[in-house]
């Protein structure tokens, strides 16, 4: 029932437009009850009495007015159409952007353990079953009842004794349908679930199709997809397979009651207790009174159907978003200085297995905070409460005096720009990329920030410029140049917190080079927290944090740990041992290197 009601609450938006639905449904049926009394009229000419010069009259006038029916029907027909269709896809519209907007809330956390493929199948396949429920299925109820109802008040008008023999087989069809909803639903919900699986797969495969031409993997992913594709093909038979059955059934017990009329409703025109008008009219009734029956058993399957989407649905749209929007949540006006407090701060992904512990750091106004140690530390989860892309456990996070949590969650997160180590770029040209943190900014500005990021000169000489398209994920850069569309994007922002993820690993000493004259551009005047692997790259940082063991080790700049001979003396003694190597192995000749080039 909870899910039917999700469905509906999305239809109220279109009562008019169901209003017109149903005015011409109603309409529909009138037109349906009238055809077999008009031709119970014409044949009760024929078997009266005497056949006057009038009758030819009374036949023409019969005929103009069934064609008459005959074009209201089709027309009648045009608006049940069009206008369900209206609101089944205005639902599905409707229901699409209300995920779409609510996903965009929810933490970072819900989707570190789902596919894309699954929530993609959610939005899109389990919705798209709304429509046959808006358009076909509900309006096909309707207008059975509607016509269920009037054609027994006719039966009965006819001959009562005979309507009640007719309605025998209808209590058995009731049972068959309960029965029908009770398998066949848990059938379609597994099977969205493995069209969610293949989605999965064939989202996986795609975004990862450099990596399986990489290590040829090719046949093993074949043989993957057409397991799960398999999978889908003999759940959707199963499903498939019930639904044949259930309609031939319904189909049967709907001949009986043509059975019984031909027998009983005979015997009574053979004793004269019935007239042969009243009997074909009987016969064609009865064709009107369980066409809706069979219509239900089609419709109960679309119903099936998109119930099992919606249960999917609605469980998406049962999480609660993270984190939670205070209603008392303050705006900030203007630009942040950008002073920030972690205050015995706490995080744990899962209960029990805690990753930051007592976390106590002051991060000043307009400084230079360098984040280092030992991979799986949690840097990149503690810079991420910044943003409140995860909220702490335990203890405050405040940016300016003000607990984060107190402030309005798109208000927070404007006051900051980040650049990662796995670069994100849309699908689009450059300049939407460069765009994307500042819809609005000028051309002057755009080509300014490209500079400041040392991009424009690559920029410009690519076949369009800044209009060039780069592919999805950037497909089409190199990694420095997306690195450096990331920093130009950051420029852009323009926002007085600056957060870097390693901004600089993967390239080549020369873009690197470039890559750093670019963050020092950048991080002028700006609160910064880099993440940094690569030590020397962070040695004039005012302060530097050394993370171990889910705790800050040790805290000072360059020259004070390195005379507590600490945790970060080890770091960056072994790093410098590991690039003296690696410069004496660059300068070795080449007849020393005992590896052979094809």
């Known amino acids: 029932m909870k899910a039917l009601n999700l469905v509906l609450s999305y239809a109220r938006k279109y009562r008019f437009v ?3 639905t149903i005015f011409a449904m109603l309409c529909l049926v009138a037109v349906q009850l009238a055809i077999p009394w008009t031709i119970k009229s014409l044949l009760s000419l024929f078997s009266g009495p005497a056949i006057t010069p009038d009758t030819l009259g009374i036949i023409g006038r019969i005929t103009l007015f069934v064609l ?7 027309g009648l027909e045009f608006l049940r159409s069009y206008y369900a269709h209206v609101a089944g896809w205005g639902v599905v519209a409707d229901l699409r952007k209300h995920i779409y907007e609510r996903m965009q809330r929810f933490s970072l956390r819900f989707f570190q353990d789902k596919q894309t493929g699954q929530l993609m199948s959610r939005v899109i396949n389990d919705t798209d079953q709304f429509e046959d429920l808006i358009a076909h299925a509900i309006p096909d109820i309707f207008v059975s009842f509607v016509t269920l109802v009037g054609v027994c008040a006719v039966l009965a008008y006819i001959n009562w004794q005979l309507a009640l023999l007719a309605l025998i087989p209808i209590p058995f069809i009731v049972i068959l349908m309960r029965l029908y909803a009770r398998y066949v639903r848990p059938a379609f919900r597994e099977r969205q679930k493995e069209l969610g699986n293949l989605n999965a797969i064939l989202a996986d495969n795609l975004s990862g199709i450099r990596e399986i031409k990489a290590f040829t993997r090719e046949d093993e992913e074949n043989e993957k997809f057409g397991h799960q594709a398999e999978r889908y093909r003999q759940l959707s038979l199963k499903a498939i397979g019930m639904m044949s059955a259930f309609q031939p059934v319904i189909a049967f017990f709907s001949s009986l009651g043509l059975v ?6 005979g015997h009574l025109a053979f004793n004269q207790s019935l007239s042969i008008p009243d009997l074909v009219a009987f016969v064609l009734y009865l064709d009107l009174l369980y066409q809706p029956v069979r219509t239900l058993s089609g419709s109960w399957e679309q119903i099936q159907r998109a119930l099992a989407g919606a249960d999917r649905v609605a469980e998406l749209l049962e999480e609660t978003p993270e984190p939670q929007q205070k209603q008392a949540a303050v705006s900030l006006n203007g630009k942040a200085s950008g002073a920030i407090v972690f205050h015995k701060v706490c995080f744990e992904y899962k209960p029990g297995q805690p990753v930051l512990e007592n976390i106590n750091l002051e991060i000043p106004a307009r400084k230079v905070i360098a984040l280092v140690g030992p991979s799986g530390v949690g840097k990149s989860t503690l810079v991420s409460l910044i943003p409140r892309f995860y909220d702490p456990t335990d ?3 405040t940016l300016d005096g003000k607990d984060i949590g107190d402030i309005d969650l798109q208000s927070l997160r404007k006051q900051m720009s980040v650049v990662l180590q796995d670069v994100f770029l849309f699908y689009g040209s450059i300049r939407e990329n460069i765009l994307f943190g500042r819809p609005d900014a000028t051309e002057a500005d755009l080509v300014a920030a490209a500079r400041v990021a040392n991009a424009h000169d690559f920029i410009m000489s690519m076949p369009e410029g800044y209009h060039t398209l780069i592919g999805e994920r950037g497909l089409k850069l190199s990694g420095g140049q997306k690195q450096r569309i990331s920093i130009a994007r ?3 922002r323009d926002a007085p917190v600056l957060i870097l993820d390693e901004a600089t690993s993967a390239v080549d000493t020369e873009t690197e080079l470039l890559i750093q004259q670019a963050l020092e551009r950048l991080i002028a005047g700006r609160t910064t927290i880099i993440i940094a692997h690569r030590l020397s790259t962070i040695r004039n940082a005012d302060k530097i944090v050394v993370l171990d063991g889910k ?14 001979k600490g945790l970060y003396h080890k770091l960056y003694t072994i790093q410098n041992k590991l690039s003296e190597s690696a410069l004496l192995y660059q300068n070795e000749p080449d007849d020393h290197i005992n590896v052979e080039i094809i």
């Open 68 to 74: 008459g029916i005959y074009l209201a029907r089709a």
């Open 18 to 20: 169901l209003s017109v």
């Open 490 to 492: 950051a420029v852009l």
């Open 395 to 397: 203890g405050t996070v």
């Open 260 to 265: 019984i009329v031909i027998y009983f409703g």
């Open 551 to 564: 705790r800050i080790a040790e805290t000072g700049n360059h020259d004070e740990l390195m005379k507590k």
